[in-house]
């Protein structure tokens, strides 16, 4: 069984930056694809940004060049980095991990297996 621990969430002005963490247990990080949505109140959740156990990157349009994906296997983290953050990236941060070996995937949320509960980040000055 694959858990999921998001944190690093929180309140940022317009501009700023943060530091989102996923630590991963349960099974060895390095086989793993973990992938980042968010989801805004109202709002289907969105592919933010995934790694696959090759360490293959993939971003959604809105974040290109903005958030950065990367991998800590010895450490069992996944973190990803936002800069220029916006009030439209206001939601809840998901972390969520798949066993799949294919390239990862930010369009469908339901190729990953295991999901984290969230952590909240908000753009708001």
């Known amino acids: 069984q694959v858990q999921l621990v998001e944190s690093g969430g929180g309140l940022v002005q317009p501009g700023g930056s943060l530091r989102l963490s996923c630590v991963v247990s349960?099974?060895?990080?390095?086989?793993?694809?973990i992938g980042w949505f968010r989801q805004a109140p109202e709002k289907e959740r969105e592919g933010v940004s995934c790694i696959s156990s090759d360490r293959n990157t993939n971003y959604g349009d809105s974040v290109k060049g903005r958030f950065t994906i990367s991998r800590d296997n010895a450490e069992h983290m996944v973190y990803l980095d936002m800069d220029n953050l916006s009030p439209e990236d206001t939601a809840v941060y998901y972390c969520?991990?798949?066993?799949?070996?294919?390239?990862?995937?930010?369009?469908?949320?339901?190729?990953?297996?295991?999901w984290g509960q969230g952590t909240q980040v908000t753009v708001s000055s």
């Open positions: 349960g099974f060895p990080l390095e086989y793993v694809a």
């Open positions: 969520g991990a798949s066993r799949s070996i294919a390239p990862c995937t930010v369009r469908v949320a339901s190729w990953y297996d295991y």
